[in-house]
């Protein structure tokens, strides 16, 4: 009998959705992929689902993402 493994997850924050589009084409064969327009979008994921393993950034939205990070370093 083979196990069938779960897809670790990870969430991508990107506002270009041609950006999201690309990264979530080469990355959706091995993970469980979620996805963010936003910081706000992205820490609401993050609350809901803490079997997150990674997070992806993308450094250009237009909201700080440095809070995002500050935000998941202090929830631990």
């Known amino acids: 009998m083979s196990e069938q ?26 993970f469980a992929l979620l996805t963010a327009e936003d ?3 992205a820490w609401d994921l993050l609350l809901q689902d803490r079997e997150i393993v990674l997070v992806i950034c993308e450094l ?10 500050e935000r998941i370093r202090s929830a631990g």
């Open 5 to 30: 493994k779960e897809k670790p997850t990870i969430l991508l924050v990107a506002s270009s959705v041609q950006s999201s589009r690309l990264v979530s084409k080469h990355l959706q064969e091995h």
């Open 39 to 41: 910081a706000e979008a």
């Open 60 to 69: 250009e939205l237009m909201i700080n993402q440095f809070g995002l990070l």
